[in-house]
């Protein structure tokens, strides 16, 4: 029964380094541009410099291993306004998630001012907006597969399957970039999740957490038939800050030194 136990325990030892491991597998997204589903009238695309991105979305182990090293943002000790009731609701208790399975899920019903932190204390960011739909446009072939029609199909028919927060991460395609799981698994934050609502002019403004919790303005669509990127956009547009739901995750990015 011992030899069991110890063999079990270095399992789950094992696991969790491979998972943890993950935290560090980030990817080179070279600079580009594109024109976003809003955007200005006259269509001039947006330039997206070049960053890292992680591979993966942070999954519960991940998040699990955060929260024990920074038990402040443990459920029970967490304040409403950063994160509403539902924080980490799918959690056993404040340092167990449960089902063992869940391990290499991706984590949710994370507020993104936690999101924030995390990243913050891997000394990474969130990705802003317009770089997260320019790793998105890909597939696995092409940095741009919007205009392909399977491409949004598949998109699309995500949308409509519930629960695909439980399956583990890096399960859908590698896309261009080798970033995985963009379409298929999560919803994800950005740092700039509303943003969508800014005139042209304030997008470009620097100081953007003046102008992250309100909204004013009109969706200028660029490209009316994507309803793929409206959704997401629409998805966006309906969030707070302290939001935490359940098929919404996030992960990583950094600025190149």
């Known amino acids: 029964m011992f030899f069991s136990k110890t063999i079990w325990s270095t399992f ?4 969790t380094f491979a998972i943890c491991a993950q935290e560090s597998q980030m990817v080179l997204i070279k600079r580009g541009a594109y024109v976003p ?10 330039t997206v410099a070049a960053f890292k991105m992680d591979v993966y979305p942070i999954t519960n182990a991940q998040f699990l291993a955060f929260v024990k090293k920074h038990p402040e943002y443990s459920r029970s000790k967490m304040k409403g306004i950063f994160a509403e009731k539902s924080y980490l609701a799918q959690w056993q208790n404040d340092f167990d998630y449960g089902k063992t399975n869940l391990s290499n899920a991706p984590v949710t019903n994370v507020s993104w001012f936690i999101a924030k932190k995390y990243c913050e204390c891997q000394e990474k960011r969130m990705p802003t ?3 997260w739909e320019y790793v998105a446009m890909a597939d696995e072939k092409r940095v741009d597969a919007r205009s392909k029609e399977e491409f949004n199909k598949y998109i699309l028919s995500w949308y409509e399957k519930p629960k695909t927060y439980v399956n583990p991460v890096g399960k859908t395609f590698k896309n261009y970039w080798g970033v995985y799981d963009m379409h298929g698994l999560v919803w994800e934050w ?11 002019e304030s997008r470009k403004d620097k100081d953007t957490d003046k102008n992250l919790f309100c909204g004013s303005g009109s969706i200028n669509a660029s490209d009316l038939m994507n309803y793929a990127a409206f959704m997401r956009y629409g998805f966006r547009a ?3 800050a302290n939001y935490a739901s359940r098929n919404l995750g996030f992960r990583c ?3 190149l030194k």
């Open 12 to 15: 789950l030892v094992l696991v």
């Open 253 to 255: 990015a950094k600025d």
């Open 37 to 46: 589903l809003y955007g200005t009238t006259d269509k001039k695309p947006i």
């Open 129 to 131: 907006m317009d770089e």
């Open 238 to 240: 309906s969030l707070k």
């Open 190 to 200: 950005t740092s700039d999740f509303n943003s969508i609502f800014l005139s042209g």
